[in-house]
Nanobody
């Protein structure tokens, strides 16, 4: 069964850091385009970051300089390192793989995970 599983979401204080993981099973992530998305209650889904192979990355303006996406092909996993977290980063974060059409932040992906909850609060 082909699936993506996210992990790493917890409650963290403002200014803190988290690393989210997106692990694939049943298929190989490399060289798929893999994106991280988030959705807060009452808000539209937002594309957070994307990685193409291992050397091209893209970020939403809201997270540039704070978040870093990376991949470990040996572990078939993509990570999202989140630093200097803010309350507005609170959301359900999920990853997607294999962009089928459209742009990385708004296009259609073949595989989606179920999400991991990140809460930033004091």
């Amino acid at each position: 069964q082909r699936q993506l599983v996210e992990s790493g979401g917890v409650l963290v204080q403002p200014g803190g850091s988290l690393r989210l993981s997106c692990a694939a099973s049943g298929f190989t992530l490399e060289p798929s385009i893999v994106g991280w998305f988030r959705q807060a209650p009452g808000k539209e889904r937002e594309g957070v970051s994307c990685i193409v192979r291992s050397d091209r990355t893209y970020y939403a303006d809201s997270v540039k300089g704070r978040f870093t996406i990376s991949r470990d092909n040996a572990k078939n996993t993509v990570y999202l390192q989140m630093n200097s977290l803010k309350p507005e980063d609170t959301a359900l974060y999920y990853c997607a793989a294999e962009l089928v059409r459209g742009t990385w932040s708004a296009g259609s992906y073949r595989y989606w995970g179920q999400g991991t909850q990140v809460a930033v609060s004091s």
